[in-house]
């Protein structure tokens, strides 16, 4: 099956970021979520990240208004009767998205693909609420999504060869530069990362160095764009810790224990920069 037009639950940061990837590649995007004023917050930020572009000089007036006019917004989930794949990007809480799913399978059409956005919760265990496990599968983008290449499509245990060949297309056909995985915690980049940014406290814990000369080291030692510690920051502690407690409890290896200092730093309420505190002071 070619995609031809998609649905996407959820109006906020990656569902408004995945509408304006959509859009911009030439597809009819239907955002739903639960409140008028959530579509709406929705879609002008869709319109202040395209007026940023449009001062690079990156994309015309036209365009703007091109993309914007294949944004349909709603808050019924009948208005994506007839998307082809309907990506859902809520919380990161599993019980909500089952709710989602079983009221999406209501509404969505017995051909279509469902595909989750969440970047730590299993598609196995999401795939078996729903009648046709072998049409759903992960998409997991990364933030912020118009402007970051790639996509994870993560195959849970019932995930068809035909629904993953369609989703892989649709990933291109955005512009992306897809990876395939396996279903695992963290998938691939966040199993890979969020151990690095704990191991990073470990060794601020140990006083090896500052965290201004620790996240200058991994900047110029492994190229990185950005420290492990300001990465933190910008993530935030908690959900830090929260990831590296899923991989303890999921994988009950040590060498995923959470640093003790990041603990502690979450108990104090030092969040990083949506509480103006973190490693660093905002």
Do not use: W
Request: net charge negative; charged share 20%.
């Amino acid at each position: 099956m070619t995609i031809q037009s998609v649905g996407i639950i959820g109006a906020g940061t990656m569902g408004n970021g995945i509408a304006q990837a959509c859009a911009v590649a030439g597809l009819p995007v239907t955002m739903v979520d639960i409140s008028d004023a959530a579509v709406q917050k929705g879609l002008a930020a869709v319109a202040g990240s395209l007026d940023r572009l449009i001062k690079k000089d990156k994309i015309t007036a036209a365009d703007k208004a091109a993309t914007l006019a294949r944004i349909t917004v709603a808050t019924d989930y009948a208005a994506l009767a007839q998307a082809d794949i309907v990506i859902e990007a809520a919380t990161e809480n599993f019980d909500l998205k089952v709710k989602i799913l079983k009221q999406l399978e209501a509404a969505a059409k017995p051909e279509a693909i469902l595909a989750s956005n969440t970047s730590s919760i299993s598609i196995t265990k999401l795939a078996a609420v729903v009648a046709r496990p072998e049409q759903f599968i992960g998409m997991h983008f990364f933030n912020p999504v118009p402007l970051m290449a790639l996509v994870e499509i993560i195959r849970g245990l019932q995930t068809s060869d035909a629904t993953h060949a369609d989703v892989d297309a649709l990933a291109r056909q955005l512009g992306k530069s897809p990876i395939t995985v396996k279903n695992a915690p963290g998938f691939v980049v966040n199993r890979i990362l969020v151990p690095m940014i704990n191991e990073a406290f470990f060794v601020l814990a140990e006083n090896l160095a500052t965290p201004e000369e620790i996240d200058e080291g991994m900047k110029l030692g492994c190229n990185h764009p950005i420290g492990p510690l300001a990465l933190a920051d910008m993530i935030g502690l908690d959900v830090c810790l929260s990831v590296m407690n899923v991989y303890y409890e999921e994988f009950a290896d040590s060498k995923y224990r959470p640093c003790p200092l990041l603990k502690e730093m979450v108990a104090a309420g030092y969040l990083g920069r949506k509480t103006g505190r973190g490693v660093y002071t905002y």
